[in-house]
């Protein structure tokens, strides 16, 4: 098993590298748990499923605190056929096989319990459950999900949009990448967070 | 068949909305056979497949202009089940069933002839085949393809990361979206390209 996330943070700022930089440290928590490195497109983050939506919850709210109009992009993964084992991916829970309607209904049940950050963001995002062939079945499952977690915006093309509270939306996110798609499956997801757009 | 793009433009710049709407210009040539939507996140394009491309890089190359480092993000996808037919969506060639080996051969023709535009670009991009059980192998073709492209830059987890001209950059993307995977099939790509970066 292998999952991780490569993630990007665009400050729409002249001073974008202060900002990148002083956010990183959000994930200063999560250094002993993942394995963390940076390039000039994108900052790995590989480790257990379930620390990634968290962790780039703290880098996203870090750059958003400054006020500025900020954006983070990432690729996530878990379960990729192309990548090696690696311990430092192990769940922390062992999920149980469960029926969609059992998964929708454990999703809603974590985002009504998430953490209010007082930000509020706006979000899209695309789930690729990899290999199945009734994977749209999975992404169907998620989007009912999606519409009673308190958090959807409205179905766009390619993607489904959230907005609320930073919280829940990223509660929401965590859910649909680890309770749709193949247990021990490959499923990939491809995220966009904004904050403080002024359009938004 | 459907097909087309939700692309977000992301100028490291206080002077990001301007940048933004000086570079939609560039989509003009495009509005004719396509679809443009703007929202707070993302433009939607909706066209031919073989215009996603071509579309993106001169929006990309009109920020890029600037000299500000910038980033484009997009999610381009053909043949989702979920979406419905579209008539502007029809492609301009219809392509051949073909073996993986004259697919890559073919791609790696098309990037040679692709237009130099003086830009240097980086990229970094995922190909997801969906519904296939041998998608893996229709992945593997592709980066066997991206390794003679030309225009290859390194592995890295979860994606691929491309470095040279706009042009032969966008070309090989371009090719990887539409030789790559079942042909009439659910192919989705998530992509970063970024221009003027400080540490590129």
């Known amino acids: 098993m292998y999952s991780g996330a490569q993630l990007s943070l ?3 700022s002249d001073d974008y590298v202060g900002i990148i930089l002083e956010s990183l440290h959000a994930l200063d928590p999560y250094r002993s748990q993942c394995r963390i490195e940076t390039d000039d497109l994108s900052t790995l983050v590989v480790g ?3 620390q990634l939506f968290p962790a780039m919850r703290d880098l996203f709210l870090g750059a958003a605190a400054t006020g500025c109009h900020c954006v983070l992009s990432a690729t996530v993964s878990r379960g990729c056929p192309g990548e090696p084992d690696d311990a430092i991916c192990t769940p922390r829970t062992v999920p149980r096989p469960q029926s ?5 209904a454990g999703a ?3 985002v009504a319990k998430a953490e209010r950050t007082g930000r509020p963001v706006a979000a899209q995002f695309s789930l690729y459950p990899l290999g199945p062939d009734d994977y749209m079945d999975e992404i169907y499952g998620c989007i009912a999900f ?3 977690s308190g958090v959807y915006g409205i179905a766009k093309n390619f993607c489904t949009k959230l907005r609320g509270d930073a919280g829940p939306v990223f509660a929401a996110l965590n859910e649909s990448f680890l309770s749709f798609g193949p ?3 490959h499923v990939a997801l491809d995220l966009t ?3 403080n757009s002024p359009t938004g």
Chains 1, 2 share one sequence.
Request: aromatic letters at 4%; zero cysteines; glycine letters at 4%.
């Open 108 to 110: 809603i049940r974590a």
């Open 100 to 104: 969609l309607e059992t998964r929708i």
């Open 146 to 148: 999606l519409k009673d």
């Open 10 to 12: 665009y400050p729409m």
């Open 193 to 195: 967070v904004s904050a």
């Open 48 to 50: 257990p499923p379930e």
């Open 183 to 185: 247990l021990d499956g």
